[in-house]
């Protein structure tokens, strides 16, 4: 059984920074894409980053580009995401995933973490 744990969130100012991770078991951690997902009350899921397998590739959604870095370190099975100028928008509860394939391009998530709640104020 493949297990995802957020941890880090936490209440931050508008134009603050936070880093949230995401530790994974019961999976070959360093053959799966890894990625980030958010969520709000009442409407669907929201692409946010991904990473495949090695860490060579990295994709972000356009409303987190430049602000946002997804990073892994497949030692510690262990996938970040640092937030910078983190703006109210940001608010939500930021999910991680696991990746059935080494890519994220070509595979789904088939896993998810409970999520780590990120509240921005103004």
């Known amino acids: 059984q493949v297990q995802l744990v957020e941890s880090g969130g936490g209440l931050v100012q508008s134009g603050g920074s936070l880093r949230i991770s995401c530790a994974a078991s019961g999976r070959t951690f360093s053959s799966h894409a890894m990625g980030w997902f958010r969520q709000t009350p009442g409407k669907k899921r929201e692409f946010v980053a991904a990473i495949n397998w090695n860490g060579a590739f990295t994709a972000y959604a356009a409303s987190v580009k430049g602000r946002f870095t997804i990073s892994r370190d497949n030692a510690k099975n262990t996938v970040y995401l640092q937030m910078n100028s983190l703006e109210p928008e940001d608010t939500a509860a930021y999910v991680c995933?696991?990746?059935?394939?080494?890519?994220?391009?070509?595979?789904?998530?088939?896993?998810w973490g409970q999520g780590t709640q990120v509240t921005v104020s103004s």
């Open positions: 995933t696991s990746y059935s394939g080494p890519d994220y391009n070509g595979y789904e998530s088939d896993f």
